[in-house]
T-cell receptor, first 115, second 119 residues
């Protein structure tokens, strides 16, 4: 039990497809994150949700659409992606409040290939 | 803006030996946190060790320890008695302290160091 579970582990999709990545955390955390990990680049923070509200959106193209229906679940909806969007997408969670914070705990990622 | 630099793309170590991974960072802040994360082939990013900038004592977690030099903005990771399971990508990360509203600050990541452990 990793605490943060991502599905699917691998995804191959065409540029016209619509798919969704799912993340679930069992740690009682109040913040969740989507990261993109590409070869030879630092991890890129895409979105941050705190208490189910999006608090950060780092200039991510609109073909990526996050959804956080509750504090335990986070989705990343994908549509009309480009080949350069192929990467490892990592979900993470943490507990953050005034004066208290924990490290981010990560899922195992979804390896996305856009063909 | 803060940056994190890991100057060693690849390192190798013999099993049972000691290896040090380098990390430097640039910031104008005085309060922050530094982390080393490990990413094995399973891809899950796992926290190895953390250091609060206000603490002078170097953090230690079993075989893992850091050499934190605040003035030099250096944060190296030492792995003692290396084991085959230590083979992974190691990432250094920086995070500002929480802001006044209690909001998390994002992690700034280095490019990583790939560590091979030779039997």
């Amino acid at each position: 039990e990793t605490g943060v579970t991502q599905t699917p582990r691998h995804l191959v999709m065409g540029m016209t497809n619509k798919k969704s990545l799912k993340c679930e955390q069992h740690l009682g955390h109040n913040a969740m994150y989507w990261y993109k990990q590409s070869a030879k680049k630092p991890l890129e923070l895409m979105f941050v949700y705190s208490l189910e509200e999006r608090v950060e959106n780092n200039s991510v193209p609109s073909r990526f659409s996050p959804e956080c229906p509750n504090s335990s679940h986070l989705f990343l909806h994908l549509h009309t992606l480009q080949p350069e969007d192929s990467a490892l997408y990592l979900c993470a969670s943490s507990q953050d409040s005034v004066g208290v914070h924990t490290e981010a705990f990560f899922g195992q990622g979804t390896r996305l290939t856009v063909v | 803006a803060q940056t994190v630099t890991q100057s060693q793309p690849e390192m190798s170590v013999q099993e049972a030996e000691t290896v040090t991974l380098s990390c430097t960072y640039d910031t104008s802040e005085s309060d922050y946190y530094l982390f080393w994360y490990k990413q094995p082939p399973s891809r899950q990013m796992i926290l190895v060790i953390r250091q609060e900038a206000y603490k002078q004592q170097n953090a230690t977690e079993n075989r893992f320890s850091v050499n934190f030099q605040k003035a030099a903005k250096s944060f190296s990771l030492k792995i003692s008695d290396s084991q085959l399971g230590d083979a992974a990508m190691y990432f250094c990360a920086y995070r500002s302290d929480l802001d006044g509203a209690g909001n998390n600050r994002k992690l700034i990541w280095g490019l990583g160091t790939s560590l091979a452990v030779n039997p």
